[in-house]
């Protein structure tokens, strides 16, 4: 899309303004239609924008990780940060081999039908998610 050409809202056929509430003319009155980053139009309000609507779609939803398996997650970080510096995790030397070595490790033993690591006696399953987090965050800040 060339800088003036404008994106047009499928919904309220609108031009869209990213993030700001746009203000349109409709029989009369005012109305003010919302767009978010993704451009997904929030419809609109009459009269004066409101400061109390709650625009959440397009949003990140961290509501929907379980909250026992983040307790797990967490359980395996503490653990962690007793036995290592804490926040060491990414200043590893070789960190995605040794991240895919240990998530590849705890797999296998949880796959033996092994439940627990030994060592700390907290699920395989979770300490191999704290390994892929490791791996996704060091890809993520470009340090793999």
């Known amino acids: ?22 203000e349109h003319e409709s029989g009369g009155g005012k109305t003010y239609a919302f767009h978010d980053d993704l451009g997904e139009c929030y ?31 967490a359980a395996v970080l503490a653990y962690g940060a007793k036995k290592y510096p804490e926040d060491s995790w990414d200043k590893i030397p070789g960190a995605k081999k040794r ?14 039908g092994e439940i627990n690591d030994p060592e700390s006696q907290l699920p395989h399953l979770d300490h191999a998610i704290c390994n892929l987090l490791f ?3 060091l890809e993520k800040r470009g340090q793999l």
């Open 135 to 137: 791996l996704s965050a």
């Open 99 to 112: 991240y895919v070595a240990a998530y590849r490790r705890h797999m296998l033993y949880w796959t033996m």
């Open 1 to 22: 899309m060339s800088e003036t050409a404008r994106a047009i809202c499928n919904r309220c056929n609108k031009p869209i303004t990213h993030g700001n509430w746009t």
């Open 43 to 73: 419809g609109t309000l009459e009269g004066r924008a409101s400061s109390d609507v709650k625009l959440d779609r397009g949003k990140v939803r961290p509501d929907l990780i379980p909250a026992d398996a983040e307790l797990g997650i």
